[in-house]
């Protein structure tokens, strides 16, 4: 087949024979990959900013204004844009294929990608033509500091961030309205035994009743492992919607207050009691959702590809639950600088039981080895070396971040890059992404009826590429914060030269992946086929049919 | 073992975690490399479950109790209301400007305690003293109060240097595009703000 027609056909899509829930999620696959390109561009400009004069770009991108406008949207682009779509799309598919049940609303579905979408375009615009750059952390008071941003700047981005989290509860509402609907498997059970299930306390008892000898409460728990993983984050998924929401609406009513003419007082908010409600909120995405996710990805990942059942499978049920109370738990890990912030708050919530996130990651960690090793031996396929990967970056990550979650490494790690490389970046561009992508492979047959990847070759040119780049940038940024470079400050002298160098390096090959990836995804796909994506389905259905146990025969070796 | 300041400790965390970080990608390597070699691989090590999460407590914590106990400023840090410094400085911020400073630069013997006292009267700062190299000796949130109830917060933070040298200040958390001039320069940075004299033991730690 010619470059040409490959690039206009793919190899054997069809996209006319998906059905409903088959196209919405490729739909929110498609947005968040394309917002992922703009997220790696975003983080290339300023890692090139970083660099000093060696840098080729104009000079505009040095200005404080527009460099700190795009570290405000990069954060919104990747974790809202980017990331949530693709969690929530992978989910919504989930849920349904693991429950054999449909998606509830294929038509709310819909509405949460375009919302995320026009959410995430909106605050990215308000950054791009207003430059309203109060960064994610919107401490007040400077979200409504109007010396500094103009108000429509302002009012824009909180819109589209409201969007976003309005999208964000439709995807929450979807999710739990799909695992109570009483149909299929669940048709005789209870909403009482499904809530049981879901917050993992047949688990719990299940373990309580081996240790006192008796029968286990139930051998056959009415939700999956990785069901109720999705269950559990979707409460912190939902808490921190309701936090970013209300912090939303504060901010809105101070600017519509201000460009009527009668600003309000901004003192009027204590900063430091707003920084613990909007940490406590903010922290459920990197602490609670984003934990709880991956540990329940990495379970299915490991069931699939092993095609057994998971190690200490009552373990791990119980653990998610710890997971979820760690959760809320642990906001003070970012507030060890705050001087105001009570000691044993810093100490129980800051230190302690942040400290518990190394077990219970820990456990999902070994849990996951042990269940692939007890099937080896196995074959290396891009969903194996991809979940490998994944491992390596949460490895990576989550010790870099209990390091600091301690009063004497924060003295002098806080808000450096340390934090944001070593930890955040590793977290995401490896630890998560790459869990994504052996989601992403290991579900592609089932989502695109059996089409065909474009080329291997190009996989695993993606896989290296990116595993090394984000690797080497979290490694030389996490360097470059031990040497005193702060995360959000403006170097445009090459200060931390050749780290930054180095660094940007690595952020170039994480690009050069994402251009691979999105290449060998078109021509697998082909145009064609990617608009057909985005027409209405013939095929109704909410629901997908393959049996899980079909993926497992692709990885024996 | 105790770190007599940042910049070893630092060296230290750097070492330790490289360590940590090679160990770790070793390890899910030749997992990856065993998990589908074609004969099936014998378990040569057994980690007992229980074992691991054992360490896993105790690492999480042990940590904790480490740098407690070889990091001096933890405690001084704790104790801070109670302890009284060789010299205290108190002084202002605002719209991107410190207010009050005192002489500069701040002249302090060798393991004297300073105490730094500072309060914002309208956003979020930071402090930060840096050593001339760039890195960071200490810092902390400058958080502004509320004046309902004319509660202006004060952040405070002590500190013992123990090595001789000139330090740099800066606000190390972002308040605006403001903090800086259009061409890029840090405009709340105040250059050679503290100067330690009197240790014997080398300077610029």
Sequence with gaps: MSFVNNLINGTNFDHKSLNALQKVTLRAVVMSFLFFGLVAIEGMIMKMVQTGPVN?????????????????????????????????????????????????????????????????????????????????????????????????????????????????????????????????????????????????????????????????????????????????????????????????????????????????????????LYKNYFWWGLDLVADGLVLIYVAGSWYLLATLITGQKLFMENVARAALMLELLVSWMVWSHHLLADQNQPEMMKLISGEMVTAFELLTQGLALFITLVTLWKARPLKMTPPLAYLLGGLIGFGLAVPAAIIQADMGMNRILHNTQWIIMAHVHIALIVGLYMTLYSALYVLWPIVTNNTKMYSKKLTWIHYWLYLIGGVGMGAFGGMAGLDGMLRRHLYIHGEFNPLMVFAAICGSMVLIAWFIFLFNIVMSVGIKGLIGIFLPAEDKSASYGIEPETVAEEHKA | MI????????????????????????????????????????????????????????????????????????????????????????????????????????????????????NSKDLVYGFGLFRKDGTLAMQMQVNPGTDVNNILKTNDIIWTFRHNGMFDMTSTEYSGPAQYSEDGKDLMRVDNFLEVTGCSNGGAK
């Design chain 1, 56 to 272: 080729p770009l104009p000079k505009m991108f040095n200005h404080p204004e527009h460099y700190f406008s795009i570290m405000t949207v990069h954060p919104i682009v990747g974790i809202f844009g980017s990331t949530y779509q693709l969690v929530f799309a992978a989910f919504m598919f989930l849920v349904p294929f693991l429950t054999k049940k449909p998606l509830y609303s294929v038509k709310l579905a819909n509405v949460v990608w375009i919302l995320i979408t026009v959410g995430t375009a909106l605050a990215w615009i308000a950054a791009f033509v207003w430059q309203y750059a109060p960064l994610y952390t919107l401490y007040w008071p400077l979200p409504a500091d109007t010396k500094q941003f103009k108000v429509i700047g302002g009012i824009v981005f909180i819109i589209g961030v409201a969007l976003i989290m309005i999208g964000t509860l439709g995807f929450i509402y979807n999710i739990y309205a799909t695992i109570f609907q009483r149909v299929g498997v669940h048709k005789n059970k209870t909403t009482k035994e499904l809530l049981i299930s879901g917050f993992g306390i047949d688990g719990m008892l299940n373990l309580f009743n081996k240790l006192r000898g008796k029968q286990p409460y139930t051998k056959e728990p009415a939700l999956s492992l990785p069901v109720v993983a999705i269950f559990r984050g979707t409460v912190d998924t939902f808490l921190d919607a309701i936090v970013i929401l209300t912090a939303g609406i504060l901010v809105l009513v101070y600017l519509v207050f201000d460009a009527s003419g009668h600003p309000l007082n901004v003192a009027a908010i204590d900063s430091l």
């Design chain 2, 3 to 118: 770190f007599q300041s940042s910049i070893e400790l630092l060296k230290f965390h750097n070492v330790a975690y490289t360590i940590y970080a090679v160990m770790i990608i070793s390890i899910i390597a030749w997992f990856g490399y065993n998990l589908t070699r074609k004969e099936k691989v014998p378990s040569k090590i057994r980690i007992p479950f229980y074992g691991y999460i054992g360490f896993l407590v105790i690492g999480g914590v042990g940590h904790h109790i480490f740098t407690y106990n070889t990091i001096p400023w933890v405690e001084q840090d704790m104790k801070r209301a109670e302890i009284k410094a060789d010299q205290s400085y108190k002084f202002e911020v605002k719209d991107h400007k410190w207010i009050g400073l005192p002489k500069l630069p701040i002249k302090v013997k060798c393991n004297q305690t300073i105490r730094f006292t500072i």
